[in-house]
Every structure is written in structure tokens, then in C-alpha cells.
């Protein structure tokens, strides 16, 4: 298994900026790809973007694509995710996730990022 802990999250006014963290541990050698979902109330859970650890590839969604940054520290299984020029609508709660060899998907417990207008 693998256990994820992320960290970072808080109150921010629009056009600020954030960094979340997530740190994985036990079963790290089988992860393939690390990244983050986002869930905003009443919404559907969105992909915000990922990581892959062999070549470096990231990916984001279309809503963030040009304000946030995926960057990952293999070494400490450790995936940050940038997020700038934050808007309300970002605010959600942040699930960090993690893909293994064997198709598992593990989930973060999620962090909370509110954006004030």
C-alpha cells in the first residue's frame, strides 16, 4: 500500500498563490505516477494534473493549464503542486493520488484551499 500526506493548503485572496505537498510513503517503489484531484461541493471530482516519475511528463486539466505547476522530488516520493493567480472557482478540496505498477490508485485525505474575492 501506499499512504499519501499532503500539506500546504489554506485561505488565499484571488490572484494569490499556493504550493501543496505531498509526501508518499510505504509501497513508493511501485508508483508510476503521482498527482492531484480537486472536488469542489456540489461538484464532480476534477483531474487539476500529474506527473510521471520515469521521463519527468506532466499533464494538467484544461481549467488550470497555465496557472498551475507539477513538479516532483523522487527521491523523497514527494509531488508539489504550484498553483498561481488562484480564482474562486479553484477553491475546492485537493486530493493528492498515486498510481502503481499493479493499477492501484491510492488517494491523500485531502487538503482544503479557499479562495476569497
Known amino acids: 500500500q501506499v499512504q499519501l500526506v499532503e500539506s500546504g493548503g489554506g485561505l488565499v485572496q484571488a490572484g494569490g498563490s499556493l504550493r501543496l505537498s505531498c509526501a508518499a510513503s510505504?509501497?513508493?517503489?511501485?508508483?508510476?505516477?503521482m498527482g492531484w484531484v480537486r472536488q469542489a461541493p456540489g461538484n464532480e471530482r476534477e483531474f487539476v494534473g500529474s506527473i510521471t516519475w520515469s521521463n519527468g511528463a506532466t499533464y494538467y486539466g484544461d481549467s488550470v493549464k497555465g496557472r498551475v505547476t507539477i513538479s516532483g522530488d523522487s527521491a523523497k516520493n514527494t509531488v508539489y503542486l504550484q498553483m498561481n493567480n488562484l480564482k474562486p472557482e479553484d477553491t475546492a478540496v485537493y486530493y493528492c493520488?498515486?498510481?502503481?505498477?499493479?493499477?492501484?490508485?491510492?488517494w491523500g485525505q485531502g487538503t482544503q484551499i479557499t479562495v476569497s474575492s
Open positions: 493520488t498515486s498510481y502503481t505498477n499493479g493499477g492501484d490508485t491510492y
Open positions: 510505504g509501497r513508493t517503489s511501485s508508483m508510476w505516477r
